[in-house]
């Protein structure tokens, strides 16, 4: 099997049989394809639907009589042969799309059935194979005629099995890659499939792997790069690199281009050839390999591009080393799947849908790339910029364009960077996406056209579009396996990031829903810190971190440490963002949002944060305050009219029972309890204005951040909770505003403290002690007017064996406990006389809710972390805001 057409298999001895009915009594396997069209060949009663069942799944197989059936409610009316067959090749060509292999059950004696079949094997790019069963026209005969449902006339099976046999030279001839004939009942009972992987079906290689760029003759660079990536050369008798191991067992995959330009084709043929022999690396055809190639074989070929070189430096080398690199450059298959289908490797690039494939069009394409059909001011092609289409979930790592660095580009990164034109030999350390470069000796070759890119650079052209986040998705999370969003969650999803979001490049993530504790049966008490401890402590969970819910909003920040910083990563330049949890700009007023987002960079500086974790940005979760900052209209409109209202009627109605009861009127129990309606009520304007207070700029701003979720190259959303509020701490610690000289500002213009510290408490669920300890600083913190609490895994991501049904057993990230006053806000200011009815609230729809949330932000960060293009990041960042459209009672 190859995917080159240009090498087509000699066919086996089963192809050039005489014509005659002799039988081999040797059992025949016959090699297939694990990805092919199958076309089984041979007259009405040769056996087909047997032979097909007992070698293949009954879903691979498309037979035309059940086709038939499917239209006509009849397998035998031959008046509905056209639309059946139209269904058939309709079904055919939806299971080749997938990449299943098909089997076609029909007689396909006739050339024009065939060539149809093979035209749509050709338009997916697999092989089509033959399967002829030529058995006896008589024993055929017989067979039909013992089935009642079956009633052929006399001639058609004579007529079926006279086109079989002019057909059996001319099969590899109408384009059938491999043509297998099996002659006489006894050859067809006995024969068995050998299923095939394709030769670029190296998925069970997972690495690490050290994926090198265009080399091109450049022997002492690839030497240098080499060694630098950690491998040891072993060299001949004469000095010469013939193999390059690596100690911690990683492969060098090479993507082509080994050849011409440089000063040293022969050695890096020499060195290659040696670690693909030992086992050490793989390697995949430049354009340069297939035109050298093609040179040394005799063939006419346009001598140009540095070929000559090739040729000269070759032609001192032994014809036994040059018989060795014909036989190596012949050899080359046109791209590797790799690491379970994560990472395709090939020369000049390679659209999902050419990954896995065979076919001309898919080597010429891995070959020589796709053009726009013009010409540069140089005379050179101009390539199709596939890269920036690329939607692939497959790593696509190629060379063939040089440009002068390498960059990841939609999950696809160019290695080309130019060595042989003085430029630098680069390598990808894969899974690490850890570019390494060697600068080149010297300009080798002087390039046609300055060395500059006309494939995409660092920045993606379309970081978001329609088509990656409408109608109904299935989002892959590595924690949760997969999340429907539903079509018009998405709808409404789509709704919100067009006309409210902030720019969709810098939406790294949204924070995930958080259910609150199992409801309390205590008295008096809706939600208790009891019922969080105990729950945590069925799931496994022993250590918590209970903190601080603060008075505000929650809020993500996306923190530059300079004006470059976001644009080398995210494509927007600036000093960075803050967003509320549906993707919108918390702050209307832009200055404002620049003098916070000044104070945090300002404090990760001074407490060293950029340093400690490589990065030049941050993305942290924080709650801003006051409430009032953000919901100041909510507030205005539902809660201070609530307030009022009460305010201005229940005096009044207590004054008037007063009266009543003044005149001898029984009023006792109506006017305690509308007493108790107004103190209810003075209590929930008390709850909401803790949230309120007046700020003018930076000034009553409160910026209280609990979690860093994110750096350059790393996801900290994973990392245990003490870990973070150790890191908040320093960075609160760091916010030291700037003090005037002594004398020249009275202390009461100073300038304040923007960010807060978040106060927490741990706990140990077996240690009784340590439960009511945290009990008693909820108890207190909700005394003073505080919102509750959230309690946490201290571990942060943990799983239960347990499970209960969810997948992966994740356990719930934080659970909320709010305090009495609080929930008077939520539940009304008369809630607590209805606690047996709001006891029946279910939770389970927002804790699965919370999970699925939680999921695919962690997936979010997980692929910012390892590089991958931003759509990808958005995808589950979408699917977070498409989730909050489903339909939970909003106070939970």
């Known amino acids: 099997m190859t995917d080159d057409p240009t090498d087509t298999p000699t066919p086996g001895d089963d192809q050039h049989q005489d014509q005659d009915h002799a039988e081999s009594t040797t059992p025949r396997r016959l090699p297939v394809t694990d990805v092919s069209l199958v076309v089984l060949i041979g007259t009405s009663g040769a056996g087909k639907s047997t032979f097909a069942r007992r070698h293949f799944l009954p879903t691979q197989v498309v037979s035309s009589d059940f086709c038939r059936g499917l239209v006509a409610d009849d397998e035998n009316d031959q008046s509905a042969s056209a639309e059946a067959f139209d269904l058939l090749h309709y079904i055919v060509g939806k299971r080749l799309a997938a990449g299943r292999l098909t089997v ?49 006339p006399a001639h058609v099976i004579p007529r079926q099995h006279r086109e079989l046999r002019r057909s059996l030279r001319g099969l590899e001839r109408e384009g059938f890659r491999k043509v297998h004939v099996l002659r006489g009942e006894a050859e067809v009972a006995t024969a068995g499939i050998e299923l095939e992987k394709r030769y670029n079906d190296l998925r069970h290689l997972t690495g690490p792997f050290d994926i090198v760029g265009d080399i091109h003759g450049c022997r002492s660079e ?142 010429s394409h891995a070959l020589y790339g796709d053009t726009t059909g013009e010409t540069d001011e140089y005379g ?61 000796e010297r300009e080798w070759y002087a390039p ?103 008075m505000g909003s929650r809020a993500v920040l996306l923190v530059a440490r300079d004006g470059a910083a976001l644009e080398r990563r995210f494509g927007v330049a600036g000093p960075g963002a803050i967003w509320t949890r549906t993707g919108r700009a918390f702050l209307a007023d832009e200055e404002l949002t620049g003098a916070v987002l000044d104070r945090v960079r300002a404090a990760a500086e001074r407490s060293g944060l950029f340093e400690e974790l490589a990065t030049d940005w941050l993305l942290l979760d924080a709650e801003l305050m006051p409430w009032s900052l953000k919901a100041v209209e909510l507030l205005r409109r539902q809660y201070a009219a609530v307030g009022a209202a009460a305010g201005a009627a229940l005096p009044e109605v207590l004054s008037a029972l007063e009266r009543a009861a003044g005149r001898g009127l029984d009023l006792a129990g109506l006017t305690a309890r509308q007493r108790q309606r107004a103190a209810d ?18 000034s009553g701003i409160r910026l209280a951040p609990f979690q860093l979720l994110a750096a350059e190259g790393a996801n900290l959303a994973v990392r245990p909770h003490d870990e973070h509020l150790a890191w908040i701490d320093r960075l609160v610690a760091a916010d030291v505003p700037d003090t005037p000289d002594a004398g020249t ?148």
Not at 121 to 146: F, K, M, T, W, Y
């Open 681 to 698: 009520a003075r209590a929930f304007t008390e709850a909401y204005r803790r949230y309120c207070w007046p700020t003018e700029g930076l």
């Open 104 to 152: 076609v059950d029909a007689t396909n004696v006739q050339p024009e059935a065939r060539r149809q079949l093979v035209a749509i094997a050709r338009e997916h790019d697999v092989l089509p194979i033959a399967i002829v069963l030529d058995v006896p026209p008589g024993v055929c005969a017989e067979r039909n005629r013992s089935r009642p449902d079956r009633r052929l």
């Open 745 to 892: 500002e009275s202390p009461e213009h100073r300038e304040e403290p923007v960010l807060h510290r978040t106060r927490r408490i741990l706990v140990d669920t077996e240690d009784e002690a340590s439960t009511a300890a945290a009990t008693a600083w909820w108890e207190e913190l909700t005394a003073a007017g505080g919102e509750g609490m959230v309690v946490k895994p201290l571990a942060s991501l943990v799983r239960t064996a347990r499970g209960e049904g969810r997948p992966g057993g994740l356990v719930q990230p934080g659970v909320k406990v709010r305090g009495r006053e609080y929930l008077r806000i939520i539940y009304g200011p008369d809630y607590t006389e209805h606690l047996d009815r709001l006891r029946l609230r279910a939770l389970g729809h927002k804790r699965s809710l919370a999970l699925r949330e939680y999921a695919l932000g962690l997936e979010a960060l997980d692929r910012l972390a390892a590089g991958e293009p931003l759509w990808r990041v958005h995808e589950p960042v979408f699917a977070v805001l498409a989730l909050e459209s489903e339909p939970v009672d909003p106070r939970l």
């Open 448 to 550: 046609v056209r300055p060395l500059i890119t006309d494939a995409p650079g660092a920045r993606e052209g379309r970081p978001l579009d329609l088509a990656d986040v409408a109608g109904r998705r299935i989002v892959e999370t590595g924690l949760y396996g997969r999340v429907a969003v539903r079509e018009e969650n998405a709808a409404a999803a789509l709704e919100v990031m067009s006309r409210f979001a902030l720019d969709p490049r810098l939406l790294a993530y949204l924070p995930p829903t958080m259910a609150p504790s199992a409801t309390s049966r205590r008295d008096g008490y809706l939600e208790h810190p009891e019922e969080a401890f105990l729950g945590y402590r069925a799931d496994g969970v022993r250590h918590l971190v209970c903190e601080e819910k603060h």
């Open 380 to 440: 050179l092609p101009v390539r199709y910029p596939w890269a920036e289409e690329y939607r692939g979930r497959a790593l696509v790592v190629y060379g063939h364009t040089p440009v002068p660095a390498a960059s990841f580009v939609n999950n696809t990164v160019c290695l080309d960077t130019g060595c042989v034109f003085g430029g630098s030999l680069t390598a990808l350390r894969y899974p690490e996406r850890e570019l390494v470069s060697v600068e080149a």
């Open 222 to 363: 690839l030497e240098t790069l080499l060694t630098r990536l950690g491998y040891t050369l072993t060299r001949d008798a004469e000095g010469r690199p013939v193999d390059a191991a690596h100690p911690a067992g990683r492969t060098a995959v090479f993507v082509g281009d080994l050849v011409d330009r440089g000063p040293d084709t022969p050695g890096v043929l020499r060195l290659v050839m040696g670690m693909v022999a030992a086992g050490h690396a793989l390697c995949v055809p430049g354009n340069h390999e297939n035109k050298l190639g093609r040179a040394m074989d005799g063939k006419k070929v346009n001598v140009a591009h540095g070929l000559q070189e090739s040729l000269d430096q070759l032609a001192g080398e032994s014809e036994e080393f040059r018989a060795e690199a014909r036989a190596f450059m012949r050899g080359l298959v046109s791209h590797y799947l790799l690491d379970g289908g994560a990472l395709v490797v090939c020369h000049a690039g390679l659209p999902e849908r050419y990954h896995g494939r065979n076919s001309g069009r898919v080597r």
